[in-house]
């Protein structure tokens, strides 16, 4: 069994951790009551700081959205003087202003420590070299990783993105054990390794892959790419909460993650009402920093869809354990009145063996009605002739899924667009003739 980074915390028994979530709660709720920082006084104004005695009683805390970073741009929910920030970080959203999160000296060690608890649960050692192929820059998964392999006292070599075939030449050279990149990333490296006859030069063990919802059967792409017993495992985080390093899957029992619930206290409530769903339900995640210094957030709704897992994991590790995320709120297509969540079309297509890992769905807008469509690739170039057949096989699993009906485009293994730097898109909406993807 790999050695854990830090045993005491990730073995706490429950009441010790309930405590220790308590005692962080009131010293943050305190903190923030007498923060002198208009967006904290107008947060602060109804809470009231005696009556919040234990972690049980965050849900009498007001929850924090989105939309609150981008009005108080960029620095107006600090709760330190900007001086004592050693550095920020930023995600562009989709419109608008861009998401700043600011970090102490303190919070970067924080941050460290969470992704240097992430590389040894997936089974990284201080001997590792750790190859960091995530955006570095304002994204948090480069540096975060970065400082997690470096805090681990590992090797890490600070690939950022792109360029997969000088990547892979590195990663052969400088003896890679570790990868982290996004999982489309991992599965394009793996690709170009098989073609490029590199596969008995690498021996890489491990990837931590996230950043975007992927499923089981991406996973199984993944690590049959790259053969030799590579384990593909999952690591969520956001910006907002920190970056990278709020959760992580052990090889141990994958599909669930286990949150670091020392620093982030996990809730999940009905993403309508905000009510706590009951155990074992899906809903939306809502996460506390107890720990955070520089800008920490209150209940925020992350808008990502989980539910808990009360099964413990298999390696003496105590943390609450998340399933594998299933999306976002905001991602659902709703198509003739029907929800359809891509990351269920990711998992009904890709249950077909003969089915490849890159693919695109396509809602088309060119009717009055919206159509769906789905392309994607042949595992395999043997398939090619019974490319017919196996369309017609997925288009019905796809239809019986997402109860719509679904079109489905199949094409040679290799020839669709691959994207080399950030997060994969995968969901693509077509106006003109012209096809957005493939
Ligand atoms: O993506 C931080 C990160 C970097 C996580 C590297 C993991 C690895 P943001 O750019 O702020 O931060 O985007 C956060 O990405 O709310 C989810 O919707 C999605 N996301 C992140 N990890 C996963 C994952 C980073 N493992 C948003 N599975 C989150 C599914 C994920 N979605």
New binding site residues.
């Given amino acids: 069994m790999p050695s854990m980074f830090q045993p005491e915390i990730e073995t706490m028994e429950p009441a010790e951790k309930s405590a220790l979530q308590s005692r962080r709660l009131r010293r943050l709720v305190e903190r923030l009551a007498a923060c002198d920082v208009p967006y904290w006084r107008e947060k602060m104004a109804g809470v009231d700081v005696d009556a919040i005695r234990s972690i049980d009683d965050i849900c009498r805390l007001p929850f924090t959205e989105k939309d609150e970073f981008r009005e108080t741009y960029p620095y107006g929910m600090l709760t330190v003087p900007r001086d004592r920030l050693v550095r920020v970080h930023a995600?562009s959203g989709t419109s608008g202003k861009p998401?700043v999160v600011g970090y102490t000296a303190g919070d970067v060690a924080v941050f460290a420590e969470v992704c240097a608890r992430a590389l040894a649960i997936a089974g990284g050692r201080p001997s590792d070299v750790v190859h960091v192929a995530?955006g570095y820059g304002l994204?948090?998964?480069g540096l975060?990783?970065h400082y997690g392999a470096e805090r681990l006292g590992a090797t890490a070599v600070p690939a950022s993105g792109g360029n997969p075939g000088f990547q892979l030449g590195l990663m052969a050279d400088l003896g890679a054990d570790g990868l982290a990149c996004?999982p489309s990333f991992a599965l394009l490296l793996g690709e170009r390794a098989l073609e490029g006859g590199l596969r008995d030069r690498l021996s890489v063990r491990y990837g931590v892959?996230?950043?975007?919802?992927?499923s089981e059967g991406m996973r199984q792409r993944i690590e049959e790419v790259w053969g030799g017993g590579f384990q593909a495992l999952?690591?969520?985080?956001?910006?907002?909460v920190i970056?990278?390093g709020v959760a992580m899957e052990a090889p141990e029992a994958k599909g669930a993650l286990y949150v670091f619930d020392d620093h982030f206290y996990p809730e999940i409530v009905d993403p309508e009402t905000g009510e706590a769903v009951p155990d074992g339900e899906v809903g939306e995640l809502v996460l506390t920093t107890l720990t955070k210094e520089a800008q920490p957030v209150l209940r925020y709704r992350?808008?990502?869809l989980t539910r808990f897992v009360d099964e413990p994991g298999r390696d003496g590790r105590t943390f609450r354990r998340i399933a594998?995320?299933m999306g976002?709120v905001d991602d659902m297509l709703i198509i003739r009145g029907i929800n359809v969540y891509p990351r269920e079309v990711e998992t009904a297509l890709l249950e077909d063996e003969a089915i490849g890992g890159q693919y695109g769905i396509i809602v088309d807008r060119r009717t009055t009605l919206p159509e769906l469509r789905v392309v994607a690739e042949l595992a395999d170039p043997g398939l090619v002739a019974r490319r017919e057949e196996i369309r017609d096989r997925v288009a019905r699993a796809l239809t019986e899924r997402v109860r719509i009906r679904v079109q489905v485009d199949l094409r040679d293994p290799g020839t669709l667009p691959r994207q080399e730097v950030g997060?994969a898109r995968r969901v693509f909406e077509q106006t003109t003739d012209e096809s957005p993807f493939g």
Avoid: N
């Fill in positions: 995600s998401t995530y994204f948090t998964g975060g990783l996004t892959l996230g950043a975007e919802p992927w999952d690591i969520y985080g956001l910006s907002e970056g990278p992350t808008r990502d594998r995320l976002r997060k």
